[in-house]
């Protein structure tokens, strides 16, 4: 049986619950992360004579609507082979301030991939990404 003052002390820790996912920049980020998306438009391997790999150039077509914007937004790419296996795996920040809904095209490039003839790229934002890896995304207060 409740009393009017374990009552009253049940909304007050309500109360102060909502207020403090009201006030999780964490989430707010996630929130804003959610109306961004990102796909590859197409991709461009540069030979260039000394260089152990191609380099990787990848279209993205990044689009969001998240108000307000965000600056930046980390993007995961990843690379398979014709098998569909995961060869590699990047986490790239860009630039997403004047990104609006009809989307911007990024280019980004990549020294440092396996690529071999048959390869695939996917790009995505994201989402919910998990506390433990926030590190890993700038706009999460991540190190660049």
Known sequence: MSTPRSRRALCTLSLLAAFACAGDPAREIENRRADY??????????????RERS???LDVLLAGEASPPLPGLTL??????????EKAHR??????S?????????????????????????????SAVPPAERSEYREFGARP
């Open 91 to 96: 986490r790239v920040y860009v630039d997403s």
């Open 37 to 50: 998306t990102a796909s590859v438009t197409g991709f461009l391997l540069r030979d260039e004579p000394g």
């Open 98 to 126: 004047t990104v609006g809904r009809g989307g911007q095209q990024v280019a980004l490039t990549f020294d440092d991939l396996p690529y071999a003839p048959g390869d695939g790229f996917w790009v995505e934002v994201r």
């Open 76 to 85: 995961d790419v990843s690379m398979a082979g014709p098998d569909g296996r």
């Open 55 to 57: 380099q990787v150039i």
